[in-house]
């Protein structure tokens, strides 16, 4: 069984494996995050680390937007919503290589 987030392909006679970027919690590398508010554009990308990093710890999500002072819906739907596309995106590819090597 292969560990979580890792793929295998195979590419002539060599096997290599495309492993997800495994972190430390909080630790953000390339996560696009969302600047403003998609629906007020209130400033969010300043929030956006704290939040990460408390919610990693361990501390409820709603408990920490509301000590970041983010009351708006939107707001709080924005930053709870927000995911690294790179992760997803690379599972695809690494399935796509995969089919072109069969």
């Known amino acids: 069984m292969r560990p979580r987030g890792t ?30 508010c998609f629906t007020c554009g209130a400033l969010l990308a300043d929030k956006y680390y704290e939040f990460s990093r408390r919610v990693a710890a361990g501390e409820a999500p709603g408990e920490v937007l509301d000590a970041l002072g983010v009351k708006r819906y939107c707001c709080r739907r924005t930053l709870l919503s927000t995911v690294e596309p790179v992760d997803m ?14």
Do not use: I, M
Request: no cysteine; aromatic share 10%; proline share 5%.
């Open 7 to 36: 793929l295998d392909l195979q590419g002539g006679e060599e096997v290599r494996s495309v492993k997800r970027f495994n972190r430390a919690p909080g630790d953000l590398g390339s996560v696009l995050v969302p600047v403003r």
């Open 89 to 102: 995106v690379l599972e695809y590819y690494a399935a796509r290589e995969k089919f072109k090597v069969e």
